[in-house]
C-alpha cells in the first residue's frame, strides 16, 4: 500500500466533498479492504496479513470511509515511538469514487487522526507517474524533500513529501 490511488477530474477541482462517514477499520473490513486494494493498486498492494496487523494496532491508524455500509476509501498512517513524524503509507480510493473528492477527504482524516496522536508532520511516497496524487498532496500544502529510486515493486520512483500539520498552512 502506497501512495494515492485515485484519478482527478479533468478540471482538477471536484464539485463538493463526498458524504461519507470515516471511522477507525474494525476485523469485519477485512475482506473490504482487501478487495479495495485489489481495485485501487495495480502494483504494491498490502497483504492481507499487513492489513489484519494494522487493524487495532497501537503504532498504525487504519481509516476507512464508508457510504452507507459500503467501503469506498481507507487510509493508512503509521507511527514510531517518540517520533513526531507520521508517515500515512497509503490512501486508497474505490474506482468508482475516483474524481469525486474522497481522497482530500481522506487525506484530511489522516493528517487529523496522526494531529490527534502528538505528530506534528505528515509524511508519504507518491509515485512520481501519479499526477492526481501530486496535486492533491502539493494543493494540500505538502512539499517534496527528496526522490527515491526503484522505490516501488515496478521500479517506479518515489516522490517523498511532508506537510507540517496544526499549522494551518494548506488544505
Excluded at 475482506?31 to 487495532?56: K, N, P, Q, Y
Excluded at 474506482?95 to 509524511?123: F, K, M, N, W, Y
Aim: aromatic share 6%; charged share 25%.
Amino acid at each position: 500500500m502506497s501512495g494515492y490511488s485515485g484519478q482527478g477530474r479533468a478540471s482538477g477541482h471536484p464539485a463538493r466533498a463526498p458524504a461519507v462517514a470515516i471511522r477507525p477499520a474494525i476485523r469485519e473490513d477485512l475482506d473490504a479492504l482487501m478487495a479495495l486494494e485489489a481495485a485501487a493498486f495495480a502494483t504494491d498492494r498490502a497483504e492481507r496479513r499487513a492489513i489484519r496487523h494494522a487493524i487495532g494496532s497501537p503504532s498504525i491508524s487504519l481509516l476507512v470511509a464508508l457510504d452507507e455500509a459500503v467501503l469506498v476509501g481507507a487510509a493508512t498512517i503509521e507511527r514510531r515511538r517518540g517520533s513526531r513524524h507520521a508517515r500515512l503509507s497509503s490512501i486508497a480510493v474505490a474506482p468508482s469514487r475516483a474524481g469525486t473528492g474522497l481522497g482530500r477527504v481522506l487525506l484530511q482524516a489522516a493528517e487529523a487522526e496522526a494531529l490527534a496522536r502528538g505528530c506534528d508532520s505528515l509524511r508519504l511516497e507518491v509515485r512520481e507517474d501519479n499526477g492526481a496524487g501530486i496535486r492533491l498532496y502539493e494543493r494540500s500544502g505538502y512539499r517534496r524533500f527528496e526522490t527515491v529510486p526503484d522505490y516501488y515493486e515496478d521500479g517506479t520512483t518515489a516522490w517523498r513529501y511532508e506537510k507540517a500539520l496544526g499549522t494551518g498552512e494548506g488544505g
